[in-house]
């Protein structure tokens, strides 16, 4: 009986409160049971994401042999490459007569006399082969020699000098690559001036990728 009574009671005064007390305790309630449902979401999704990573690491496990494997290969073709050039290009490039060290070495009067005189080639060369100097309206010797001045002249100037081991591979790339554009080229383009074009946009590409430039100015 007193149970009844004060069970009553504790109603009768929720019941004068005021409304918004009311109507708050009701929300309290509610977002109780919202937490504990996302909770339980929350709980589920993060067992989920867990499976998930658990499983991630054989797959990866498979990938990093494979990337392997192809940077020993990339690695095992440019390390053949580059011996084949050495020794063509040591084989055919014209090289010292003697055996003794080179001596234009860099800051030397000799080293500079190379250096102007396989630039130099390669302009005169490029006006040889625009029809510049001693003009033409037929092909003629001149501008024959201008289109091959970067291969017969520049290059062999160049490898002249004690020159850093990056240049030289350069040089010893360009020494086999120039005389196939030369060839090929006319095939498609009967002209001096292409030809000369494009074996000047090679050079400058070679020495970019063997020295680096545009890595460094990224």
């Not at 055919?92 to 630039?119: D, I």
Request: aromatic share 12%; hydrophobic share 45%.
């Amino acid at each position: 009986m007193n149970t009844l009574i004060s069970t009553s009671l504790n109603n009768y005064r929720i019941s004068k409160l005021p409304t918004h007390l009311h109507n708050g305790l009701s929300l309290c309630s509610h977002n109780k049971f919202r937490s504990t449902s996302l909770k339980a979401v929350n709980a589920n999704g993060n067992e989920v994401e867990t499976q998930t990573v658990e499983q991630e690491p054989p797959q990866n496990e498979q990938l990093k042999p494979q990337s392997k494997e192809t940077i020993g290969t990339s690695t095992a073709l440019d390390k053949d490459l580059k011996k084949v050039v050495q020794k063509t290009a040591a084989t055919f490039a014209p090289r010292a007569s003697t055996a003794t060290k080179n001596p234009a070495v860099p800051g030397t009067a000799l080293y500079t006399v190379f250096e102007v005189q396989g630039y130099v080639s390669m302009l005169l060369g490029g006006a040889l082969s625009f029809n510049l100097i001693f003009p033409s309206n037929e092909p003629d010797i001149w501008r024959l020699m201008g289109m091959w001045s970067i291969w017969m002249f520049t290059i062999p100037s160049l490898r002249a000098r004690d020159c850093s081991k990056n240049e030289k591979e350069a040089l010893n790339y360009l020494f086999l690559i120039i005389p196939l554009l030369n060839v090929i080229i006319p095939f498609f383009w009967k002209s001096f001036a292409v030809v000369w074009s494009a074996d000047i946009v090679a050079f400058f590409a070679i020495y970019a990728w063997k020295f680096g430039w545009l890595q460094k100015a990224e």
